[in-house]
């Protein structure tokens, strides 16, 4: 019996087919080189959010230093995970740098009536530089520990925004206006009458559009205080090395943020003692007077337009200059 499998005669019940006609120019086309799309690294670290629900946060003070000028204190709490590129022993030290990246200011606008107006806001935002040095393990016995310094520079984002309050008259805005005008036109009427119609010309569009440029203030920093406390979430005991040592790669932080800023308006501010006003009704049979008050008018100057309705004060100026003329009178009968 002949082997088939061995044969090298090709069998009555195998098909073969040549090979496919390939054009002359898909030959020649080389072929096109895909580059691989980049891997982009996933980092565990604190990212700029792109939306947020910002904080408000409320000026420790908010002082007049000049008729165009205003100092703001203000404290700005922020919390961030952050995680080390390796495993450290301990953290040698950190340094920090304040970087302030956006600050707009938001004028209140008029409201409308029975609403409450808000208030000025001040958009703060920004970023703190942490550079980290900590000590990796290299090597550890039962009773030694041998490690080399690293470095590694983290930034934690910080934003919030600060209630500038009703205590301060700022400049205020002014709006866009465009407003349409038209001539009038005398158009005969299609029944033949002498009469004529008289419109507005439907062939012409007139606009009169007005534009105001309000000027924004200037913000500089003068002053930032940094107040932190780093706090090991996840270490763990050295491998065959002294029984106190351990190694983290997490640290949870929380700081506290004191920046003062200084803002000049283009244009001078007036101070609103309305409600100083309003609390001296409110106490006037309680013997209030407002220059008793230590938060009445602290944003002015001593040369300030403030005047206030002191119906006591007035009072006792009235009872003063009768005093004086019953005197004179008396003197004069005398």
Not at 80 to 92: C, F, G, H, N, R
Not at 161 to 170: E, N, P, S
Not at 233 to 254: A, H, M, V, W
Request: hydrophobic share 30%; proline share 9%.
């Amino acid at each position: 019996m002949k082997n088939i499998k061995h044969c090298s005669c090709p069998c009555p019940h195998e098909w073969t087919q040549s090979a496919a006609f390939i054009p002359a120019w898909v030959r020649e086309t080389p072929t096109p080189k895909v580059c691989p799309q980049p891997i982009h690294p996933v980092t565990p670290n604190p990212i700029f959010p792109n939306t947020a629900t910002l904080p408000i946060c409320y000026p420790l003070q908010l002082k007049k230093i000049g008729h165009e000028t205003v100092l703001v204190t203000v404290s700005i709490p922020a919390e961030s995970i952050i995680t080390l590129p390796t495993d450290a022993l301990e953290v040698k030290m950190i340094r920090k740098h304040l970087k302030i990246t956006q600050s707009r200011f938001f004028n209140s606008v008029c409201s409308v009536p029975g609403i409450p107006p808000d208030t000025p806001k001040l958009f703060l935002g920004g970023f703190v530089r942490k550079d980290i040095q900590y000590s990796q393990v290299v090597r550890q016995t039962s009773t030694t520990v041998e490690g080399v310094i690293k470095d590694f520079v983290v930034d934690i984002p910080i934003s919030c925004v600060i209630d500038l309050g009703k205590h301060l008259i700022y400049p205020p805005i002014h709006y866009d206006q465009q407003r349409e005008y038209g001539f009038v036109r005398s158009t005969p009427l299609p029944s033949g009458s002498k009469d004529q119609m008289l419109s507005n010309d439907q062939t012409e569009f007139n606009v009169l559009n007005q534009q105001f440029y309000n000027p924004l203030p200037t913000c500089q920093v003068i002053y930032s205080q940094i107040n932190e406390m780093d706090d090991a979430l996840n270490r763990g005991s050295l491998l065959d090395g002294p029984f106190e040592e351990g190694s983290f790669r997490t640290l949870q932080e929380k700081m506290t943020i004191l920046i003062q800023l200084k803002l000049t308006f283009p244009t001078r501010l007036n101070t609103n003692c309305s409600d100083h006003n309003d609390r001296y009704e409110d106490n006037q049979d309680e013997g209030y007077l407002p220059w008793e008050d230590n938060q009445t008018c602290i944003l002015d100057r001593p040369d300030h337009d403030c005047k206030h309705n002191n119906k006591k004060l007035d009072y006792w100026l009235d009872l003063l200059i009768f005093l004086l003329k019953s005197f004179a009178n008396t003197k004069k009968c005398r």
